[in-house]
Antibody, heavy 121, light 107 residues
Framework: QVQLQESGPGLVKPSGTLSLTCAVS?????????WSWVRQSPGKGLEWIGEIYHSGSTHYNPSLKSRVSMSVDKSKNQFSLKLTSVTAADTAVYYC??????????????WGQGTLVTVSS | DIQMTQSPLSLSASVGDRVTITCRAG??????LNWYQQKPGKPPKLLIY???SLQSGVPSKFSGSGSGTDFILTISSLQPEDSATYYC?????????FGQGTKVEIK
């Protein structure tokens, strides 16, 4: 079955860069799916960060677009997130997820377990 | 961004009760609406997609209805394992947005 696993530093200093990776198993990163990042903080609830296709095409949340970048590593079957100039407001649990669709109705069926990233000095 | 507004934000009900949660979109999203259940320390779990289609493996006590801007999630007979937070999410626009969540507790 499809499994996703986030990894990366749990603590990032203010003004630094948050970097996370999502390892995919049970599916190929080259499949016809978009791969997404979602975060959850007590203050803002669930927030879609963006998505990437295996071709490298991306869509980002307009509110984060100036600070976000995503990439795909086909050799490792994983995708990554970078968020620059972080502040305490970026403290959250970060999830990776696979976007699926049936008859053009899209949804997140598969999620990673989530990783807590705290922004603090 | 399309604003998603859920109500109530929390509710307490007894085992066997019928529970309804409402989600309102800031604009017409047709039936591009999903519902998720989340328990503490776990990722969200897909319950309903396309406003009314039950995800495979999800008990039939969960049902969704609505289109346009107003949507409802119904739990027909509340059980202890249904204690969780429920989120709606629109997939009409590229920038997906979620509701604030409704916390369901068992009396």
């Amino acid at each position: 079955q499809v499994q996703l696993q986030e990894s990366g530093p749990g603590l990032v200093k203010p003004s630094g860069t948050l970097s996370l990776t999502c390892a995919v198993s049970g599916d190929s990163i080259n499949s016809s799916n978009w791969w997404s990042w979602v975060r959850q903080s007590p203050g803002k609830g669930l927030e879609w960060i963006g998505e990437i296709y295996h071709s490298g095409s991306t869509h980002y949340n307009p509110s984060l677009k100036s600070r976000v970048s995503m990439s795909v590593d086909k050799s490792k079957n994983q995708f990554s997130l970078k968020l620059t100039s972080v502040t305490a407001a970026d403290t959250a649990v970060y999830y990776c997820a696979r976007k699926d669709s049936v008859y053009y109705r899209e949804y997140f069926q598969y999620w990673g377990q989530g990783t807590l990233v705290t922004v603090s000095s | 961004d399309i604003q998603m507004t859920q109500s109530p934000l929390s509710l307490s009900a007894s085992v066997g009760d019928r529970v309804t949660i409402t989600c309102r979109a800031g604009q017409n999203i047709y039936s591009y609406l999903n519902w998720y259940q989340q328990k503490p320390g776990k990722p969200p779990k897909l319950l309903i997609y396309g406003a009314s289609s039950l995800q495979s493996g999800v008990p039939s006590k969960f049902s969704g209805s609505g289109s346009g801007t107003d949507f409802i999630l119904t739990i027909s007979s509340l059980q202890p394992e249904d204690s969780a937070t429920y989120y709606c999410q629109q997939s009409f626009s590229t920038a997906w947005t979620f509701g604030q969540g409704t916390k369901v507790e068992i009396k």
